[in-house]
C-alpha cells in the first residue's frame, strides 16, 4: 500500500497549500500551518520546494500586529496564463488572466455580420492576440483557452446548434479549423450561459449551492442547469435552451428549428417587453442605454425594465401606494403604466420559470443577463411572489452577482480549473 507513504503525503500537502494560497491569497507560514495543521518545519520545507519549483514566491510582509511582520507567501502569477472568449454577433471579447485568477487584460473585437479571410478562426486569433498583448504575454503562452458561445455544439456531430445567428460558425469542420489555428493551445467550447453560471457558482450568488438554475436573458432566454454540482448539458448539448419552451400565453410555435424561437421566448424574450409596454400604454424608448441602436432590442428591454422598476417603487423601495397591477394571465388594460409593465413581465417570466420548477425542483434560481438585471429587485420579488402561485417547490430566487463581463469570467475560472490541476501536480516535479 502507497497511501500513507512520505511521498504521498508531501504531495498532498503541498496541494493543500497552493489550494489556500489560490484562495485566501498571501500567506504567512504560521497562517498555511494553522489552516492545515502541519508544523512550522513541516511548512517551511514545503515552501521551499515550492519556491524552488517556481510556483510560490515571496509577497512581502504582515501589518497590523506589533513587532515585526511575518514574511508572506503567494503563488506566482506568471506561472500559467490562460484565456476566454465570449463569441456574440458583433463583437468578441477576450480575457486573459493568470493562475491566480486575477484578470491581466481585456479586449474587444468588433466582427462583420460575415466573417472575412480566414473566417472565423482568425477573429478568435485576432481577438486572443489583443488580450494576450495587452495582458504584456503572448499567445502560445496560454496554456488553455475556452470559448463561450451561444447554444452548443453537438457532441455526436461537432457542428454548432441552437444557434442560427452566429454566422460563419456552423461549417462541418470549424473546430479543427480553430485547433489548428490556435494550435499549441488547447480549445475548450461551452455554452455562454453555463459559464455564467459557472461564474456565479464560484464567485456569485450560487456559492456552496450544488443544485440550481440560473436564468439568463440577454439577446435571447437560456438557462443552465447545475444538479449534483454538475452542469447539465443533455443529449445534444441543448439542455437549458428555455426559449424553445412551449408556454401559456402564446400561440404553440412550430418548427422551432427553423424560426429560432418558441413560446417563451415569445413571453417574456427581449423582443416581447416592447410589444408588451405598447399594449399598456407605456412609451418604448427610441434607444436603449449610452445611445444605443433602436434595433439592439437588449438594450430597449432593459431599459423598458430599469423605468418599470424605478415607478414601482419609492426611494426606499416600498410599492407604489395604487400601482395597477394586471390580472395573473399576465394581461392589462392600456394606459396602466410602468409599474404593470413590471408586475406584467414578471407573470410572465413565472410561467416560464414554473416548468423548469416542477422538472428541476432546484433549490435556488439565479436571475441574471442584462435584461433581467435593469428589474432589480422589484422583478426579482414580483416573480417569486407569482412563482409561489405557479409551481409545487419554492426556490429562491437571487440575483446574479458577477457584474461585467459573467461569460468571460466563467471561461476563465473554467480555463483556471484545468491549469491548475496540471500546474498544481506536485508529483510531477
Known sequence: MVAGTPRVLRVMNERATLDLLTEHGALSRARIGALTGL?????????ARLEAAGLVGPAGTSEGRPGPGARLYALRGETAYVAALDVRPGRIRAAVADITGTVLATHTLVTPARPGPGGVPAQLTAALDGAARA???????????????????DPRTGRLRYAGHLAGWHSPGLLAEVAAALHPVPV????DVN?????????????????????WNGTGLGAALVIGGRLHRGWTGGAGEIGFLPVAGTPLVRGVARTGSGGFQELAG????????????????EAGPEGADPADGEAVAAALLRTAAEAYTRPGGDPVPGAAEPPHDGTSS???????????????LATGIASLVAVLDPAVIVLTGRVLAAGGEPLLRLTEAELAELAPSRPRLLAGEVTGDPVVRGGLEAALTTVRD????????
Open 422 to 429: 496540471e500546474v498544481f501536480d506536485t508529483a510531477a516535479l
Open 188 to 191: 475548450e467550447y461551452e455554452n
Open 270 to 285: 427581449a423582443q416581447a417587453l416592447p410589444r408588451l409596454a405598447r399594449e399598456l400604454g407605456v412609451a418604448v424608448p
Open 334 to 348: 392600456p394606459h396602466a403604466g410602468p409599474a404593470a409593465l413590471l408586475r406584467a413581465y414578471a407573470v410572465r
Open 39 to 47: 508544523s512550522k518545519p513541516t511548512v517551511s520545507q514545503l515552501l
Open 135 to 153: 495582458a504584456g504575454t503572448e499567445r502560445p503562452a496560454l496554456r488553455r483557452v475556452v470559448v463561450g458561445t451561444p447554444g452548443a455544439f
Open 195 to 215: 459559464l455564467a453560471a459557472v461564474a456565479e457558482r464560484r464567485l456569485g450568488a450560487a456559492r456552496g449551492h450544488e443544485d440550481f438554475v440560473l436564468l
